[in-house]
T-cell receptor, first 110, second 113 residues
Framework: DAKTTQPTSMDCAEGRAANLPCNHSTISGNEYVYWYRQIHSQGPQYIIHGLKNNETNEMASLIITEDRKSSTLILPHATLRDTAVYYCIVRIRVDSDMRFGAGTRLTVKP | GAGVSQSPRYKVAKRGQDVALRCDPISGHVSLFWYQQALGQGPEFLTYFQNEAQLDKSGLPSDRFFAERPEGSVSTLKIQRTQQEDSAVYLC???????????FGPGTRLTVL
């Protein structure tokens, strides 16, 4: 699986959009981009995934660049409950496991 | 509906003791995964089951670690002769098929003294 690079930490003001970047320059054509988050003392929670088209669900939007070498997770109106570690994972869809990195620690401030 | 549950939530063991950690996946989920998460790091894959078959155990750190899922539902991760470096949160996840999104349990925090 391709490796991902994320900033170690980010801050965001409550009510504003949180934009979390991820670099995955070695991604191959059959690999998906997945995002999970982990709130303190809980297991990781699935957010969204995509292949090459932008995706949106009730939690977030995923913007993937045309060359697929990077992506951005957007939380449109961050709340204090969105404070968590966010993991960007590149994964071949038929693979069994996921390789987590260190993630980005997002802190939403009032 | 009920999510993935794990028990115990916390376990303290003396070095050298054996421990057993339990995972109850979401009903009907075929795939089950175990991960180990050290403090301040992301989860690391340990092993994967499809129904009762253990298809991948490449992440198990030593032969002291053993996992089973005899009836294709509940799974147990056993660690023999625990050592201090085994201290971590052990996460279980399940999915409908191997390529679907995984649903994680709250984890078991193991502390080896």
């Amino acid at each position: 699986d391709a490796k991902t690079t994320q900033p170690t930490s980010m801050d965001c003001a409550e009510g504003r959009a949180a934009n979390l970047p991820c670099n995955h320059s070695t991604i191959s054509g059959n690999e998906y981009v997945y995002w999970y988050r982990q709130i303190h003392s809980q297991g990781p929670q699935y957010i969204i995934h995509g292949l090459k088209n932008n995706e949106t669900n009730e939690m977030a939007s995923l913007i993937i660049t045309e060359d697929r070498k990077s992506s951005t997770l957007i939380l449109p109106h961050a709340t204090l409950r969105d404070t968590a570690v966010y993991y960007c994972i590149v994964r071949i869809r038929v693979d069994s496991d996921m390789r987590f990195g260190a993630g980005t620690r997002l802190t939403v401030k009032p | 509906g009920a999510g993935v549950s794990q028990s115990p939530r916390y376990k303290v063991a003396k070095r050298g003791q054996d421990v057993a950690l339990r995972c109850d996946p979401i009903s009907g989920h075929v795939s089950l995964f175990w991960y180990q998460q050290a403090l301040g790091q992301g989860p690391e894959f340990l092993t994967y089951f499809q129904n009762e078959a253990q298809l991948d155990k490449s992440g198990l750190p030593s032969d002291r670690f053993f996992a089973e899922r005899p009836e294709g539902s509940v799974s147990t991760l056993k660690i023999q002769r625990t050592q201090q470096e085994d201290s971590a949160v052990y996460l279980c996840a399940s999915s409908l098929r191997q390529y679907n999104e995984q649903f994680f349990g709250p984890g078991t925090r193991l502390t080896v003294l």
